[in-house]
Each structure stands twice: as structure tokens, then as C-alpha cells.
């Protein structure tokens, strides 16, 4: 069970926008630690897409973006395309854990 | 370049130690914060330890007690020394730097440890 809640999987068709949720609590997203996101392609590590909730990483392309609110938070994906078929994560920090923690992830398929 | 390389997974039984490493370049260990990541087959992403730029180590419950987190920063080495492993530590190690901010911006490519009898 991760402390961090997403969906198992999401899809959408080229060229639709689809979004992955991200829900927290009181000690995490709802403490105002900043969520991050991951994309880990088949076969190779993750790698980070949004930082700061909503910052996009060096090379990330504008169709990636994020956004928090409350104890949740938010990756969009528009312009879908086939190569953005991949697993999702979100990360926060919680304060009760002290630890860094990890939605489960979310899988996406492009139709 | 930026870069983070694990060694020294591979297969053991459970019971065993093993001591994974991993070499940074581009940047220093001792100034950054550090973690080991892992995944367990077909699951998702479990932060194991994490070590801070003041040395001080947390650990997940999971694991502490029998997973020591610790540097060698005139080596640019981090290492994960793992006893008393248990089938269920199965996963690809990832050695990974940690902002301030608490997002990993640098991953290795990982290292597979595989406990089995």
C-alpha cells in the first residue's frame, strides 16, 4: 500500500489530453511538500519530469505540466503520443515517515 | 557529466549480505543528499534509505536495522551494505541524488539483487 494514491492506469488516444491524479495527506502533500513526477520507460530507470509541483525538468517537452491542490496533485499529459506510453509516479517527502514516498504508479496507454 | 553507476547486485540466499556501490561523477556525494531506491518485480518505486548531506541516515521500517547507508566522498562512492536479506528484498537498486527539495534528479541504471534459496 503506498502512501501515495494514483490510479493503476490511465489511457487516451493520440493527440487527447489525459491526466494522472495524486493523493496524499496531512503529512505529505497537505504539509505543503512539493510533489514531484517520474516517467520510467520499459526496461530503464525513471526519469524526472516535473519538479516543484508544477516546474518542468530540463528537456521535458510543454506538453507535460503539474499542479497541486490540498492534498492532491495533478499530471497532465496533452498531445498524447506513442512514445509517452509509460509508468507515471509521483514522489513527496512526509514528515511522519521522514522518508521520500512514492504513488504506486500509473500506467499509460496510448490507443 | 552527471552520472550514477551501481555494482554489486546479484544472486543470494536468504540470510546473505550483500554490498552494493555506486560510483558518482559530475558531482559530489558528500554534498548532496543521497538514496537508494529500489523495485521489486512488476512494482513500483520504494525509497529504501536515504543519507543527508550532514550524514545523518534514514531508513524505511522495512529495512532498518539490517540495510547500513554510508559514503565515501574522496571516492565519490555511495554504498548500501544489506544483511540478513529476505526474499521479499528482491528488486533493481537504484543509487539516486536527492535535491533539497526532495526530487531525484540524477538516477543509475541499477543493480539487480535476486534472494532466493
Known amino acids: 500500500q503506498s502512501v501515495l494514491t494514483q490510479p493503476p492506469s490511465v489511457s487516451g488516444a493520440p493527440g487527447q489530453r489525459v491526466t494522472i491524479s495524486c493523493t496524499g495527506s496531512s503529512s505529505n502533500i497537505g504539509a505543503g511538500y512539493e510533489v514531484h513526477w517520474y516517467q520510467q520507460l520499459p526496461g530503464t530507470a525513471p526519469r524526472l519530469l516535473i519538479f516543484g509541483d508544477s516546474d518542468r525538468f530540463s528537456g521535458v517537452p510543454d506538453r507535460f505540466s503539474g499542479s497541486k491542490s490540498g492534498t492532491s496533485a495533478s499530471l497532465a499529459i496533452t498531445g498524447l503520443q506513442a512514445e509517452d506510453e509509460a509508468d507515471y509516479y509521483c514522489q513527496s517527502y512526509d514528515s511522519s515517515l521522514s522518508d521520500v514516498v512514492f504513488g504506486g504508479g500509473t500506467t499509460l496507454t496510448v490507443l | 557529466e552527471v552520472q550514477a553507476v551501481e555494482t554489486g547486485g546479484g544472486l543470494i540466499q536468504p540470510g546473505g549480505s550483500l554490498r552494493l556501490s555506486c560510483a558518482v561523477s559530475?558531482?559530489?556525494?558528500?554534498?548532496?543528499?543521497m538514496s537508494w531506491v529500489r523495485q521489486a518485480p512488476g512494482k513500483g518505486l520504494e525509497c529504501v534509505s536515504l543519507i543527508y548531506s550532514d550524514g545523518g541516515t534514514d531508513y524505511v521500517d522495512s529495512v532498518r536495522g539490517r540495510f547500513t547507508i554510508s559514503r565515501d566522498d574522496s571516492k565519490y562512492r555511495l554504498f548500501l551494505q544489506m544483511n540478513s536479506l529476505r526474499v521479499e528484498d528482491t528488486a533493481v537498486y537504484y543509487c539516486?541524488?536527492?535535491?533539497?527539495?526532495?526530487?531525484?534528479?540524477?538516477w543509475g541504471k541499477g543493480t539487480t539483487v535476486t534472494v532466493s534459496s
Open positions: 559530475g558531482f559530489r556525494v558528500g554534498n548532496n543528499y
Open positions: 539516486a541524488r536527492v535535491s533539497t527539495r526532495f526530487y531525484i534528479d540524477v
